[in-house]
């Protein structure tokens, strides 16, 4: 079975400064990861996500993410945020079986 | 599209009575998931369903759930009797085979039981 850990639980960070939230997956076969952002009483939105090929995936409002196999780790970044940043970020993971399995979340905080 | 809809939005109910929870996925989508998310364990895929036919249902936390989904367009997540422990927020979220396995997700219903 595959399982993601989500580092921080809590990333506070002022506005227009850079930010990054670390995600590490476990498992024994090939896998394929995500990121997923809610925004309060939301459901989940997809960010990005890497199925295949180039290890830096650049997802929506100008987040990114690097692929570290000899790592297992699938961290996001973004390089200036915004206020309207402030959500609940979530990795996760499957292994081809349509199945994701989450991580516990981080959330951030963007101050002015 | 108008995505994955859920409903209702909130629903509070009385320790005993059955709830349902309705969902409509994405047309054209053909896996469906049911998740439940709480403070104390995060998000929880209940169960899932492809082609209408249920796939895994290890999930479900005990006889007192039960899911259906009986076309492609529209799944059903019963509890029945529902329980205080029960009071979370319900998210149906879809995919398509050929999506490269990004899910929709609703916007999920908020459960209260009292």
């Known amino acids: 079975a595959q399982s993601v850990t989500q580092l921080d639980s809590q990333v506070p960070v002022f506005e227009e400064a850079p930010v990054e939230l670390r995600c590490n997956y476990s498992?024994?076969?090939?896998?394929?990861l995500f990121w997923y952002v809610q925004y309060p009483n939301q459901g989940l939105q997809l960010l990005l996500k890497?199925?295949?090929?180039?290890?830096l995936v650049k997802g929506i409002n100008g987040f990114e993410a690097e692929f570290n196999k000899s790592q297992t780790s699938f961290h996001l970044r973004k390089p200036s945020v915004h206020i309207s940043d402030t959500a609940e970020y979530f990795c996760?993971?499957?292994?081809?079986?349509?199945?994701?399995?989450f991580g516990a979340g981080t959330t951030v905080t963007v101050r002015a | 599209d108008a995505g994955v809809i859920q409903s209702p939005r909130h629903e509070v109910t009385e320790m005993g009575q059955e709830v349902t929870l309705r969902c409509k996925p994405i047309?054209?989508?053909?896996?469906l998931f049911w998740y439940r998310q709480t403070m104390m364990r995060g998000l929880e895929l209940l169960i899932y369903?492809?082609?209408?036919?249920?796939?895994?249902d290890s999930g479900m936390p005990e006889d007192r759930f039960s899911a259906k989904m009986p076309n492609a367009s529209f799944s059903t997540l019963k509890i029945q009797p529902s329980e205080p422990r029960d009071s979370a927020v319900y998210f149906c979220?879809?995919?398509?085979?050929?999506?490269?396995?990004?899910?929709?997700f609703g916007s999920g219903t908020r459960l209260t039981v009292v």
């Open positions: 979220a879809s995919s398509a085979t050929s999506g490269g396995y990004g899910y929709t």
């Open positions: 498992s024994s076969v090939s896998v394929y």
């Open positions: 890497y199925l295949s090929g180039s290890t």
């Open positions: 996760a993971v499957t292994a081809n079986d349509y199945k994701l399995s």
């Open positions: 047309s054209g989508h053909d896996y």
């Open positions: 369903f492809n082609n209408n036919v249920p796939i895994d």
